[in-house]
């Protein structure tokens, strides 16, 4: 993507976004077992910023960077190895990166096993949070001042929730209503960049001007500045994501049952999708295979055969009696 400075607040004035590629590729074996490989490629900043983070290396898996050839800036990081839980949580939802999750079943019958595959990154909320912000993003005009005001006005509103209840007790319920009607009023105000270098130089006095007719105390003021922080790193990594792309390939024993891919190629089930996939709900990649037991099945018919043989054969023998 052409380097162009993005408007955004805070922390976050002038940003450049670059994209990443990611491949996922797993393989699911007959024994449950599963191998995973995540490969980013992309620039340096963007591979190194954390907001998708590859599994954390253990016992045999193996991780490492490396520069492409093709271009300086551009790096490649490398994680894979095998696990055999059938549940395992890459990264928590909870968290600045994005959380995803894998998890797969097997359901044993006599003649085959069937295999059920779910993984499911989390959903960002952006749409439902930050409406103007989602068509920001849609729109690919984060130049706009437009969802600026909605943007800070829910990030202090998340502050003001963070804070314990001998800051703000139920019987302020009302106050604090009245707070953040005051703030989304004060931030729509804003039209240029230069009220946004106010904030990001020193928050601390920007939210005491601004909160001075409701004779809030410094120490409120410090609690909420602190808190914005933490909100506005989930966020921005959300946004950083927006030129990422995803790309899933899984190889499942037997045959392919069921599925919400978006292709796939031989015995190769393709998931294609960027943040676009990711700004409301969970984003979840299904499927299914069955695998049969050839020998027992073999068994099986053969036994069918040998029954059908002997009541034929009884019934030839009926007739000529």
């Known amino acids: 993507m052409a380097s162009k400075n993005k408007t955004l607040f805070l922390l976050l004035l002038f940003a450049c ?18 191998y995973i490989k995540f490969q980013s490629t992309g620039d340096s900043l963007d591979i190194f910023d954390n907001d998708f983070t590859h599994p954390k290396v253990s016992g045999d898996w193996i991780s490492n960077y490396r520069q492409t050839n093709d271009n300086d800036n551009n790096w490649s990081h490398l994680t ?3 696990f055999k839980e059938s549940e395992y949580i890459f990264t928590d939802s909870g ?8 998890k797969n079943n097997i359901i044993k019958s006599f003649l085959s096993r069937h295999y059920e595959f779910h993984l499911t990154f989390s959903g960002t909320k952006i749409k439902t949070e930050f409406p103007e912000l989602y068509k920001a993003i849609i729109s690919k005009n984060l130049d706009s001042l437009k969802w600026l ?18 800051s703000i007790s139920p019987e302020k319920r009302l106050w604090n209503k009245r707070l953040v009607n005051h703030l989304r009023n004060s931030f729509a105000k804003m039209s240029n960049e230069n009220t946004l270098s106010i904030i990001h130089n020193n928050r601390i006095k920007f939210l005491k ?8 105390n410094d120490t409120l003021t410090l609690k909420l500045a602190e808190s914005m922080v933490a909100h506005e790193k989930v966020l921005r990594s959300r946004i950083d994501l927006q030129d990422d792309t995803f790309l899933v390939k899984l190889l499942m024993p037997g045959q392919i049952v ?3 891919a978006t292709n796939m190629i031989d ?24 695998l049969y037991t050839i020998e027992r099945l073999e068994i099986v018919l053969i036994l069918i055969g040998i029954i059908l043989f002997l009541l034929v054969s009884y019934g030839i023998k009926r007739r000529r009696l």
């Open 17 to 34: 976004f670059s994209c990443v590629e990611n491949l996922i590729l797993i393989q699911i074996h007959p024994d449950k077992q599963t």
């Open 80 to 82: 894979e190895g095998y």
């Open 95 to 102: 968290e600045s990166q994005l959380g995803y999750k894998y």
């Open 149 to 166: 005001p909605e943007a800070l006005t829910v990030l202090m509103q998340k502050s003001l929730n963070d804070i314990d209840s001998e």
């Open 209 to 216: 001007e601004i909160l001075k007719p409701f004779n809030v």
């Open 258 to 260: 069921s599925a919400n």
């Open 267 to 290: 015995d190769t089930l393709i998931w294609n999708f960027g943040i676009d996939s990711l700004l409301d709900d969970n984003y979840v990649l299904i499927a299914s295979s069955t």
